[in-house]
């Protein structure tokens, strides 16, 4: 699984990517299935919005957003929705098996 982390408008900090990378450690028993996950951070004002794109070995692409006034939780928002999203595609998919 390739991770790309992306911050715009600010400077991620060390923590900050450290806090990412360990809240992955929760979708890593699907990392079998997942060719890219690419994570946007973006700074506009006080909020910070999570994007998060994950592209599926079966061709299928899913994305999730969450904003929020503080960083930790944005991510914390992001990651709880990425994985329950990544948990149904894997359950549509075994489905077709």
Do not use: C, P
Not at 29 to 43: G, P
Not at 50 to 61: E, I, L, P, R, Y
Not at 63 to 85: P, R, S, W
């Amino acid at each position: 699984m390739n991770v790309e982390i992306k911050a715009i408008h600010f400077a991620l900090k060390d923590d900050g990517k450290a806090y990412i990378d360990k809240k992955i450690t929760r979708i890593r028993n699907a990392e079998n299935m997942i060719i890219d996950l690419i994570i946007s951070i973006t700074k506009d004002s006080n909020i910070f919005a999570a994007d998060a794109t994950v592209n599926f070995k079966w061709g299928v692409s899913s994305h999730v957003k969450e904003q929020d006034f503080e960083l930790n939780a944005a991510i914390d928002k992001m990651i709880d929705k990425l994985e329950a999203k990544i948990n149904k595609e894997k359950e549509k998919n075994q489905g077709k098996r």
